[in-house]
């Protein structure tokens, strides 16, 4: 056998190595309730869940708790997954911008009791440049804003 053949199955095989391992480490999307099931079988792994932020009558986001004067890296509110479940999540960061105009949040951790301990945020907001377009931010606890992204 060439070396080059050699060289291009040892390049195969430890490409299918990368994809097997980071497929391993890929959480789910699940809703509170499925999460808090998950979490009463012992099963810690990150998941996403999605939601929105609950509104009251005036269309005013409801359900915030942050204090930068008593706490700067913590964050509460309350997130309604898409079949209407509300639970208490709870971001070790600070708050993140804009965090209200949010239409659709995607919370990325795991259930800790009867709370959700997100360490990542995914905001999915309208566009403030362009027409019908949204744009997602990605926040993560105790990191930077890495910056919005069209889609």
């Given amino acids: 056998m060439k070396l080059t053949h050699?060289?291009?199955l040892l390049t195969i095989a430890v490409a299918i190595g990368i994809i097997v391992s980071t497929a391993g480490d890929a959480s789910t999307y699940v809703n509170f309730t499925q999460a808090t099931a998950m979490a009463q079988a012992g099963d810690n792994d990150l998941i996403h869940v999605v939601g929105k932020l609950p509104k009251n009558s005036k269309r005013q986001v409801t359900g915030l708790?942050?204090?930068p004067r008593f706490d700067p890296n913590r964050f509460e509110f309350t997130l309604t997954d898409l079949q209407g479940v509300r639970c208490q999540c709870i971001y070790a960061s600070p708050k993140p911008q804009d965090f209200e105009r949010a239409e659709q949040i995607v919370v990325i951790g795991s259930m800790?009791?009867?709370t959700f301990a997100v360490q990542k945020i995914l905001l999915k907001c309208p566009s403030k440049y362009?027409?019908?377009k949204l744009e997602t931010?990605?926040?993560e606890a105790?990191?930077?804003q890495t910056g919005p992204r069209p889609i």
Wanted: no cysteine; glycine share 22%.
């Fill in 112 to 114: 800790q009791g009867v």
């Fill in 142 to 144: 105790g990191s930077r």
């Fill in 130 to 132: 362009q027409q019908g």
């Fill in 6 to 8: 050699l060289v291009g």
């Fill in 137 to 139: 931010t990605e926040f």
């Fill in 65 to 67: 708790l942050y204090d």
